[in-house]
C-alpha cells in the first residue's frame, strides 16, 4: 500500500508561483510512475503533468501548463514535486498526485494505482 500526501497549496495572486510536494510512503518510490492532475469545482479531474520512473528523465505537460510548470522527483526524498509559475486564475483547482506501480508515465488518471487526497490551488486575479 502506497499513501501520498500533498501539501503546498494556498492562496497566490496572478503571477505568482507555488511548489507542490507530494511526499509517499514505501521503500520503491523510485520504481513509481509519478502524475499530477487537478479538479476544479464544477469540471472534471484532468491531466496536468508526468513523470517517468527512476530518472525523471521524461516529463509530458498538458497544453495549458507548458512552459509555467515542472514536475521533478527526488527518490532519496520520495518525494515529488511541481513547482508553478506564473499561475493565473484558471488554474485554481484542488491538485492531487498519483502514483502508478506498474508502468511510468502516463497523462491517463485511469493508469494510477494511488492517489493523495489533494490540496487546494486559488489563484486571485
Known amino acids: 500500500q502506497v499513501q501520498l500526501v500533498e501539501s503546498g497549496g494556498g492562496l497566490v495572486q496572478a503571477g505568482g508561483s507555488l511548489r507542490l510536494s507530494c511526499a509517499a510512503s514505501?521503500?520503491?518510490?523510485?520504481?513509481?510512475?509519478v502524475g499530477w492532475f487537478r479538479q476544479a469545482p464544477g469540471k472534471e479531474r484532468e491531466f496536468v503533468a508526468t513523470?517517468?520512473?527512476?530518472?525523471?528523465?521524461?516529463?509530458k505537460y498538458s497544453d495549458s501548463v507548458k512552459g509555467r510548470f515542472t514536475i521533478s522527483r527526488d527518490n532519496a526524498e520520495n518525494t515529488a514535486y511541481l513547482q508553478m509559475n506564473s499561475l493565473k486564475p484558471d488554474d485554481t483547482a484542488l491538485y492531487y498526485c498519483?502514483?502508478?506501480?506498474?508502468?511510468?508515465?502516463?497523462?491517463?488518471?485511469?493508469?494510477?494505482?494511488?492517489w493523495g487526497q489533494g490540496t487546494q490551488v486559488t489563484v486571485s486575479s
Open positions: 513523470i517517468n520512473n527512476w530518472s525523471g528523465s521524461y516529463t
Open positions: 514505501g521503500r520503491t518510490f523510485g520504481s513509481y510512475g
Open positions: 498519483a502514483a502508478r506501480v506498474y508502468g511510468s508515465s502516463s497523462i491517463y488518471a485511469r493508469s494510477y494505482d494511488y
